[in-house]
């Protein structure tokens, strides 16, 4: 269900026809309600008989607003008498026209949340907080930190309204302003609010300008469990000004939008992420990449140290971050609250690989939060959050290959994990149960590895795996053979297909699988190894372990050894946008995120 929102600019007084204009849309479309980004009145202190008249006419009635309406303060004051209405009405200039207050949040009946930071910065906040208590202070059109921090605690807000830009909010953006026009002056506060709350949309205005940025999406915090929303920034130019810029702005809002859906294509990183960098590095990680040891006893400066190995990538330029602005969004294929699908960028199998899919399947499970390893996490109950919905989505594929494959294919995961890692993931692809069952996957995997010289596999008991049973550096893989999906006494004929069975899953395999869908394992069929990679020792004389490895295993296994390189087989982004598309569709009554 969506509801009709729109949002004009500065209206600088001009009530008689912006009202007319509202009433033609609202007949046609019917506006939950409106929104005026900006000054709604005219200056006070500019003369204006023109305007006083209309000012007049709203507030006998004369003129009458169409629909629910709100507003905030602007740039300038609100003219005396509005001052005095609101403060003997509750708020209400007219009917349907309310004021949101200068901080403030608003749950409209349908339940969309609006947050307000309306005039600019005080630059003498101390003589105005004096005056705090009076009714003129309240309607002013300045505010102070503590007005924009008494807004950071509102959570699920859909609205954001500030009559100031965020200050670096063009920052990532690949939309430019329009010819001739500047960027107005940010506000730090702006931008650090719409951090805190993160809305779907941040509204504000400019007297000739309309600039709408691309997407963008927030990183993921400590302190929220909210991770990966996007925002939407749009500047509304004044009504009636000169250039003839867009001043309104209609739209579809969501009232209950589906978290699962993959970021915009156009999204890019958040802008405001490097915002902190500038307010300098704390003490202590100053003197942790310091390259000198500290100071001898004596006094003397001690030996120079051997300079410390970058740190490794964050968020902002890790591939599997989706707050990094280069992320391929259109991979993502389900996102759910600590981990999220991707297919798999130059994917070792493809649409043609199994016939039983019409997709490739190889697939990235990756988790939201930016971490090396998933016992590296610092929250143990994220950590724990992490795994589990890992597995549950690595079930949830499982089964729905199994499915679609009328038991033919069972599915392979592996993982690489290393403390110097960038980003954990696992890695899923199916592969025929008559290589499974006989052991083959197995012997390959110990084969390669003996061959490479690593060291030797140990099976694990999958029932007792956690996402620190193991806190060294390893490489595990999960074998999954489809399990009560297909009968052992009736094997299926290598190459005999069952009408459709290939393209559609069948009602029954779906109920059976449902309970491992839940996390129980089920009766599936299911071998876990894990090889244990010893630490790097201080001579370096460590056999790099080849990242590549489980993909070159199975590459050999299905006779796919010119896809070995994942460089050299990089799809079109016609051919992964059709990729994901399939999949998703297939995935769908599986996808618990949805």
């Not at 329009?178 to 941040?202: D, F, I």
């Not at 960038?422 to 069952?437: E, T």
Request: hydrophobic share 40%.
């Amino acid at each position: 269900m969506a509801c009709n929102v729109l949002v004009i600019g500065a209206v600088n007084g001009h009530l008689a026809d912006i009202t007319q204009k509202l009433s033609t849309l609202h007949a046609k479309n019917l506006f939950a309600f409106a929104i005026i980004a900006g000054d709604l009145f005219a200056d006070p202190s500019a003369s204006d008989p023109r305007s006083d008249e209309e000012l007049t006419a709203l507030l006998n009635g004369s003129i009458s607003v169409p629909c629910t309406t709100y507003f905030t303060v602007g740039q300038h004051p609100l003219p005396p008498r509005v001052i005095e209405r609101l403060a003997s009405s509750e708020g209400e200039v007219c009917e349907n026209l309310f004021f949101l207050g200068k901080s403030a949040t608003l749950s409209t009946a349908a339940g969309i949340r609006v947050a307000a930071l309306g005039g600019r910065l005080d630059a003498n906040p101390t003589a105005s907080t004096s005056a705090r208590a009076s009714a003129i202070d309240e309607y002013s059109p300045l505010h102070t930190a503590a007005d924009a921090k008494r807004l950071h605690g509102a959570k699920e807000v859909d609205i954001l309204l500030t009559a100031v830009w965020p200050a670096g909010i063009r920052r990532r953006s690949r939309i430019a302003l329009p010819a001739g026009a500047e960027e107005p002056a940010g506000s730090e506060l702006a931008a650090e609010l719409c951090t805190r709350v993160k809305p779907r949309y941040h509204f504000s205005a400019a007297p000739e300008i309309f600039f709408e940025r691309d997407p963008f999406l927030h990183p993921s915090s400590e302190e929220s469990t909210d991770s990966g929303r996007i925002t939407r920034f749009i500047s509304l130019a004044s009504f009636r000004n000169n250039r003839k810029h867009k001043s309104l702005y209609a739209f579809k809002l969501e009232l209950h939008p589906d978290r699962s859906a993959p970021p915009p294509i156009d999204t890019t990183g958040s802008p405001f992420s490097l915002m902190a960098r500038k307010q300098g590095v704390p003490l202590e990680a100053r003197q942790k990449y310091s390259r000198f040891a500290a100071a001898a006893p004596d006094g003397r400066p001690a030996k120079r140290a051997r300079p410390p190995a970058p740190p490794p990538p964050g968020p902002e330029q890790c591939f599997f971050c989706l707050s990094n602005p280069s992320v391929a969004t259109h991979l993502v294929t389900s996102i759910g609250t600590e981990a999220y699908l991707t297919v798999a960028r130059g994917p070792l199998s493809t649409a043609d690989t199994f016939a039983a899919l019409p997709f490739s399947a190889h697939v990235l499970i990756i988790p939201v939060s930016h971490s090396a390893t998933l016992a590296e996490m610092a929250d143990a109950a994220e950590r724990d959050a992490t795994f589990a919905e890992m597995m549950r989505y690595r079930r949830a594929l499982h089964d729905m290959v199994v499915s679609y494959s009328a038991g033919r294919l069972g599915t392979v995961t592996w993982e690489v994990n290393r403390r110097v890692g960038v980003h954990a993931h696992w890695q899923f692809l199916p592969l025929g149960d008559d290589l499974i069952g006989k052991g083959l996957v197995e012997a390959a995997f110990k084969v390669e590895a003996e061959n490479d010289k690593y060291p030797a596999f140990a099976t694990e008991d999958a029932s007792t795996i956690t996402a620190v049973s193991e806190t060294g550096d390893f490489f595990r893989v999960w074998i999954s053979r489809p399990g009560i999906t297909k009968s052992e006494s009736e094997p299926i004929p290598e190459g005999k297909r069952e009408p459709e069975a290939e393209l559609q899953p069948a009602a029954a395999t779906k109920a059976e699988t449902t309970a491992r869908t839940a996390g129980d394992g089920g009766a599936t069929d299911e071998k876990c190894m894990i090889m244990r990679l010893p630490p790097p020792s201080s001579a370096g004389d460590r056999r790099p372990f080849d990242l590549q490895f489980g993909r070159r295993v199975l590459a050999k296994l299905l006779g796919l050894e010119s896809r070995m390189n994942w460089k050299a087989s990089m799809q079109t982004e016609a051919d992964e946008v059709a990729d994901v598309e399939a999949l998703k569709k297939a995935f769908q009554p599986w996808d618990f995120a949805r």
